[in-house]
């Protein structure tokens, strides 16, 4: 049974993995046997993610390149997949934050929302999708969101980034599963990280925080390894476009 979940000679690509969920899920997908690339566009930052985790005995790579950038991630993936080897996992997993009134919010942050949280979803998958399609297998984990379900004041934007992730992933499944591909979503609900650290700092948020989800607590990101893995392996095999809600219960009380 633990075949299901072993990932021993499987390679990972995840997208900003410096620091946050993408390096826990990088650390967590190595611990279960996965050879591992980290991306990300501060060299000094990915590369030392790569070698505290090649410290640990575990096979990471570095991989800079703006995933933003449609012709930087077709260049991207083709550098790692000539120069380390296919892709066989692939996680979505950079984006970003910016929080204000919708009425007041900057025009350049909402572009620059869809183009970290959406647009790299969809030219990172389209690149590593091209050669899982001739492999006839892979594994596209895309990070949504609670916010992919839920709305909340001064995050709109974000709020339909998310969404839309949900839905580019359930699009990929209707795409791509005739190839052999497995397309699916992780949606974290509050967890600690440097993304949410001005609302982990704030008393008021917190407290309403634990009121609001059943479990009472933030999330720690370790508890989106499991998930993570799940989604890589054998053990969903036959599972597609779906959206995986890791939220300590926050979206059953909508």
Request: aromatic share 8%.
């Amino acid at each position: 049974m633990t075949k299901l979940f072993d990932l021993t000679g499987r390679r990972a690509l995840i997208t900003g993995s410096s620091q946050g969920i993408g390096y826990a899920l990088a650390e967590g997908l190595a611990q279960h046997g996965a050879e591992v690339i980290i991306n990300g566009r501060t060299v000094e930052a990915v590369e030392r993610a790569v070698e505290t985790l090649n410290m640990k005995g575990f096979s990471a790579h570095p991989a800079i390149f703006d995933v933003t950038k449609k012709d930087a991630a077709d260049q991207g993936v083709a550098a790692i997949e000539k120069g380390i080897g296919a892709i066989d996992i692939l996680i979505n997993n950079a984006g970003m934050q910016f929080r204000s009134p919708l009425e007041e919010f900057p025009a350049d942050k909402w572009e620059l929302l869809l183009t970290t949280n959406i647009s790299s979803v969809f030219y990172v998958g389209q690149a590593v999708a091209k050669g899982m399609i001739c492999r006839k297998e892979g594994k596209i984990i895309n990070i949504a969101s609670v916010q992919s379900e839920l709305a909340r004041p001064g995050i709109a934007p974000y709020t339909a980034t998310k969404g839309a992730v949900r839905n580019l992933t359930r699009g990929m499944c209707a795409d791509w599963a005739k190839y052999g591909l497995q397309i699916n979503a992780i949606a974290p609900g509050y967890f600690k990280t440097p993304l949410n650290q001005a609302l982990v700092d704030n008393p008021e948020f917190s407290s309403w925080l634990e009121k609001r989800t059943p479990a009472g607590r933030w999330g720690n990101v370790e508890e989106l390894i499991g998930a993570a893995v799940f989604l890589s392996g054998r053990a969903s095999s036959f599972i597609n476009g779906h959206t995986l809600y890791v939220d300590g219960g926050i979206t059953t009380c909508l």
